[in-house]
């Protein structure tokens, strides 16, 4: 502190006695410059806890969606498959009844036009692994994601020559999740627009397992196949051989044949037409977390999740879905 004398002194002050004026010591820091100084340094901290806390809520969403898919894989995707297989079974009874069920690969009464992939051409029933499901037309993983799959360019089940059908181990309600246990000699139908065909199983085989002998001519096979292995890890094919015990009907004209199929539609193959809406919806999800996760501190956190809640179900069902079509299509 500094004195600096002055003549004439201000209001209460004696006349002639020195006035005290307060001066910073050299090198002292100034208030005011402290005062800004821990004001940035504050708001640096919040710029560093709030970019955290959205980095730390996206990862969490992340990967409670990551937990939440495979859980939906495991077991919400049967639901999906149940609701599917019981609006398939009233179209395809209604077309029974109708006299329109398809007996071919293309429209009943327009022989120009292909069966949309997904439409019901039978119901396969096994009791003796307690099966009953509606077969449809074609093999991608979005097609079995609904039920077993008839492979487009073999015969119509209950017709001549070698049909074949695929379907689900594990995923997706794992209609063929059983069909391991068939033994030989035991008898199911398959029930299409022609009829009811029975069928006398011959033998379960495996990779390395050796073929069936040939049938005679005219006469017709069915074929069941699914993913070899423990769940979930498929490992080659399992196909359940039967021979038709019923008046094989005539086979119909192979529009495309098997081997030109697209690989989506072969035994374990993979829809890759779902790689670009995977990324996309992918994008959306990790863009709506990041928003979410920044709108938290601004909106209050219960405000927020009431509208994260359904836009984040949205999104990770969607994701779920394309990437479901990326898994084998036999899973």
């Not at 495979?70 to 395809?92: K, N, T, V």
């Not at 029974?96 to 069920?101: H, S, V, W, Y």
């Not at 495996?206 to 069936?212: A, E």
């Not at 919806?281 to 994260?308: D, F, H, K, Q």
Request: net charge positive.
């Amino acid at each position: 502190m500094n004195r600096v004398g002055a003549g004439q002194g201000g209001a209460g002050t004696a006349p002639g006695s020195p006035v005290l004026v307060h001066l910073p010591s050299p090198g002292a820091p100034d208030d005011r410059t402290s005062n800004a100084g821990g004001s940035a340094i504050s708001r640096r901290v919040r710029s560093v806890r709030a970019a955290w806390y959205v980095v730390r809520t996206t990862i969490l969403i992340l990967v409670t969606a990551l937990l939440g898919f495979a859980a939906w894989l495991g077991i919400g995707s049967r639901l999906q498959y149940d609701r599917a297989q019981h609006g398939d079974r009233a179209a395809f009874q209604a077309e029974l009844a109708l006299a329109r069920a398809p007996t071919g690969p293309t429209r009943p009464g327009h022989p120009a036009e292909l069966l949309t992939l997904g439409t019901p051409v039978a119901v396969l029933s096994i009791p003796q692994i307690g099966l009953s499901a509606v077969v449809l037309e074609g093999t991608t993983g979005q097609v079995l994601e609904h039920g077993p799959g008839h492979l487009r360019g073999t015969p119509m089940p209950g017709q001549a020559g070698v049909s074949v059908i695929l379907g689900r181990r594990a995923t997706f309600g794992g209609p063929f999740s059983r069909i391991s246990m068939l033994n030989a000699g035991a008898i199911f139908t398959v029930t299409t627009g022609e009829g009811v065909a029975r069928y006398r199983v011959l033998d379960v085989r495996r990779p390395g397992d050796p073929m069936p002998s040939a049938m005679p001519a005219g006469a017709g096979r069915l074929i069941l196949a699914t993913a070899n292995g423990i769940p979930f890890v498929p490992a080659g094919l399992l196909e359940v051989d039967a021979n038709l015990m019923s008046a094989p009907k005539p086979a119909s004209a192979m529009v495309v044949s098997a081997a030109d199929l697209p690989p989506g539609e072969q035994p374990l193959g993979v829809d890759t037409a779902a790689r670009l809406p995977m990324v996309l919806w992918g994008e959306g999800l990790v863009l709506a977390a990041v928003a979410l996760s920044w709108l938290g501190p601004r909106w209050g956190r219960w405000r927020t999740r009431m509208v994260a809640l359904p836009v984040l179900v949205y999104l990770c069902f969607a994701v779920a879905d394309q990437v479901a079509r990326l898994l084998p299509n036999l899973m």
